[in-house]
């Protein structure tokens, strides 16, 4: 990899600059203010008129190296790596002017849709010390009509020679030599060619960059098939994407570049509170109330992928009045299709990002909210049973499990690296073998709603670098007084553990008064993990509250603030991200304001649980982590280490459930969790089923084993925990030294 697209810092002795040949494609958002996004996800609804655009960048280089016939050797990879991300950003107007770009980040392309006027842009484009392209329908560097590689190829020469004079020369020769050297990728034939719709396309982003180019035979018609034509297409497209993956396979550089998620499950949804607000006091005509019912009543009761049409209201309502010859839809249902058409698009820059396989799930598993509602109000009765929680909660696993088509269950045990939940729907409860895949996978939760949020999450992130070194200090906000009964659980939990990491990780604790004491105490802290203990709540229709010792607190008002996050939030915390409630949680306020991932819980936790948790992830930062890097000579990311941190309560919990019943002794005990230990920290892909056999030498028979599992999980704190944001960017290494070497491999093309 040459010296033009490494990451380099600029020359403080010498007046001329390295450069950088990251690509960055940049939209326009005129209308970026939450009280103007659309009201069925919450998206900006200039970006929604611009999908196409989206479409377009998913399909353009990440890097002015990308495209040489030595980038192109090791360019599927990279991406796999996560190390050569389609970087695209929606900005305001006024964002824009306020950002300058330095000559070291040359290649910058602005993409204006229709409605942007370049007049409008031209003094912040024209501040710029080199050219800036831009493409537009008029007035810009290059016309929608007339763009190509070969036109963003001219235009980069261009910048490249405008900046003679202010960046190093041998950088300007190699960025040339790079951009001299494009070649179109060599195109492949996939065997077989499907109709473009929706719920492939992040698949065929995939297959897109790995050359396959001519896929789609027109639109999908097979509308009126029921699920099954999409689920055959998704199901193709998928393992075309997984086996593409496998041709390359894992490289020696991903010891240090860890692989994201090879496979994502995708299930867009609505606001709850657009089926459940009334219309009884609005303006509209009695009509008009009667075609918004029919609407409503269509998108609620979709199961598929399509609309299932009942009576003449609905068809006139989706359809429309005559407008000439077109159909003339309700504005309801043409706003839910550009929000669609959004959502997807930004799902395949992901895709195309990580060469990753994406399934497109039927909008039955957004209709699992009631019986997942019924749970919740179980999980909070005050008085309950074992057994009463374990059937409550297998009711609501099976009616996840089943809105999910049998036909995708081969990708889901077979995902390696993780999966991705793009979804709000629980599906980290789907049963998968016998236990729900939050405990069976390593497993990461981005929300669909609120949209702009969503699609913050989802576009591909730099990876945040660390070593073990970043967490010598931890940061605990402590919002419990004193005299609270549990106050005392983390002192205990933590002094029980601080032999085993007390030369590792130091615990700076401080006392959260006010919104103004937890802002002083983030900006003070220059760390990497921040874990919160205090109580949470979330009540019906209201944002979600931490409770300070003096005040509640909404996370989501501290955004204008601007408080430094760490990129790890842990929240020891009562519904945190709760379950029946909406969007506005906790979990998503701090996602919102800064953090890179935020472990939130869907239920009320145990106090005392939620304390050894803490302790045992602080000794699994400080010892196993190290250990693990010496033991697999390779890197760690975030989502690995909380999975296994999840599985390892699950394992505890089932444990002491079977001692308590008298049904292995302590000797017993001991033996069984180290089987499991090992099975979960060794990478065993069904730890569990370890466990189980290991059960059958100590005389505990197969099916009692796996009912007192089911029942272990069922009340384990381990179905409470969900990862969220982004985990599997943040890459723990064992040092620096490590870092160098395994850059050296990928650039060998190892």
């Known amino acids: ?22 690509i960055t494609y940049i939209i326009p958002v005129e209308d970026g203010d939450p009280n103007e996004a659309s009201f069925l996800q919450g998206f900006a609804r200039s970006l929604m008129d611009n999908a196409g ?18 980038g192109q050797k090791i360019r599927l990879a990279r991406r796999m790596s996560g190390q050569a991300s389609v970087t695209w950003r929606g900005q305001s107007p006024r964002a824009l002017k306020r950002m300058v770009t330095p000559p070291f980040l040359p290649f910058i392309v602005l993409f204006l ?25 008029k007035g810009g560097t290059i016309t929608y009509k007339e763009f190509s590689l070969e036109k963003l190829k001219e235009s980069f020469l261009n910048v490249c020679d405008a900046l003679v004079g202010q960046i190093k020369p041998d950088a300007l020769d190699a960025a040339r030599e790079h951009l001299r050297n494009w070649r179109e990728p060599d195109e492949r034939d996939l065997g077989y060619k499907v109709g473009g719709h929706n719920v492939v396309a992040p698949n065929l982003f995939s297959l897109y960059v790995a050359g396959f180019r001519d896929s789609t035979s027109g639109g999908f018609k097979k509308i009126d098939d029921g699920i099954a034509p999409y689920v055959d297409i998704i199901v193709q497209t998928t393992r075309s994407v997984l086996l593409e993956r496998e041709r390359i396979g ?20 609505i606001y709850p509170h657009f089926y459940e607000t009334s219309l009884a006091r609005s303006t509209f005509t009695s009509e008009e109330k009667k075609d918004i019912l029919a609407v409503r009543r269509m998108l609620q009761r979709q199961d598929g992928y399509g609309f299932t049409i009942g009576n003449q209201r609905q068809i006139k309502a989706f359809l429309g009045g005559p ?11 043409l706003e839910r299709g550009a929000e669609l058409s959004l959502a997807t698009q930004c799902v395949g820059t992901l895709s195309a990002s990580e060469l990753s396989a994406v399934i497109r799930l039927p909008n039955a598993a957004n209709r699992t909210s009631g019986q997942v509602r019924q749970f919740v109000q179980h999980y909070h009765a005050r008085h309950t049973t074992d057994r009463k929680r374990r059937e409550a909660f297998r009711k609501v696993q099976s009616a996840i499990t089943a809105s999910v088509p049998v036909e995708f269950f081969e990708f889901i045990e077979g995902a390696k690296d ?3 939940l793009i979804s709000d729907a629980h599906l980290e409860w789907i049963n998968v073998r016998g236990l729900p895949i939050c405990v069976q996978k390593n ?10 949020l969503f699609i913050e999450q989802v576009l591909p992130k730099k990876y945040i670098h660390l070593t073990t070194s970043d967490f010598e200090e931890v940061l605990i906000l402590s919002a419990l007084d004193k005299s609270d009964p549990i106050s005392g659980f983390f002192d205990v939990a933590l002094s029980a553990f601080e032999p085993h990491f007390r030369d590792k990780i130091r615990i700076r604790e401080e006392r959260i008064r006010n919104k103004e004491d937890l802002v002083a105490a983030l900006n003070s802290y220059d760390g990497s993990l921040v874990i919160f203990d205090g109580h949470g709540g979330h009540e019906e229709d209201k944002p979600a509250v931490l409770q300070l010792l003096d005040e509640s607190i909404d996370i989501w008002q501290l955004q204008r603030m601007r408080p430094r ?10 519904d945190t991200h709760a379950a029946d409630r909406n969007h506005a949680t906790t979990a998503n306020g701090f996602l919102a304001i800064g953090a890179r991932t935020v472990l939130g819980s869907v239920f009320p936790i145990d106090a005392r649980d939620a304390a050894s948790f803490v302790a045992r992830l602080l000794y699994r930062v400080a010892a196993f982590v190290p250990a693990s890097h010496k033991m697999f000579n390779r890197s760690l990311n975030w989502l690995e280490i909380i999975g296994g941190m999840i599985r390892m309560q699950l394992l505890t919990d089932f444990c002491r459930r079977m001692e308590s019943k008298g049904l292995i002794d302590r000797e017993s005990y001991r033996a069984i969790h180290l089987v499991g230990n090992l099975a979960i920290n060794g990478g065993d892909d069904w730890p569990y089923e370890a466990v189980v056999t290991e059960l059958a030498k100590h005389g505990v028979d197969d099916k009692r084993a796996w009912h007192e599992l089911r029942s272990a999980a069922a009340n384990s704190t381990a179905i409470s925990y969900l990862q969220l944001g982004c985990p599997e960017t943040i890459i723990v290494h064992p040092d620096e030294g490590f870092r160098h070497e395994a850059q050296a491999k990928m650039e060998a093309n190892q």
Not at 250 to 264: D, T
């Open 1 to 22: 990899m040459t010296k033009a697209i490494q990451m380099q810092s600029t020359d403080c002795g010498s007046d001329l600059y390295d450069l950088m040949g990251e």
């Open 53 to 70: 655009i989206i479409q377009l960048i998913n399909t353009l280089p990440s890097d002015i190296w990308e495209l040489t016939p030595e």
């Open 113 to 137: 849709g229709r409605e942007h006027e370049s007049e409008t842009y031209r003094e912040w484009i024209n501040a710029h010390s080199f050219p800036l392209t831009v493409v537009a329908e």
């Open 250 to 269: 894992e490289r020696a550089a991903n010891q240090y570049f860890r692989r994201p998620p090879s496979l994502s499950l995708f299930a867009p949804s």
């Open 323 to 333: 407008e000439g010859d077109k159909p003339n839809p309700h504005p309801i249902i």
């Open 418 to 420: 993780g999966i991705r």
């Open 443 to 452: 497993i990461t939760k981005v929300p669909v709603t609120p949209g702009n």
């Open 565 to 574: 996050v760490p990129p790890v939030v842990v929240l020891s915390a009562c």
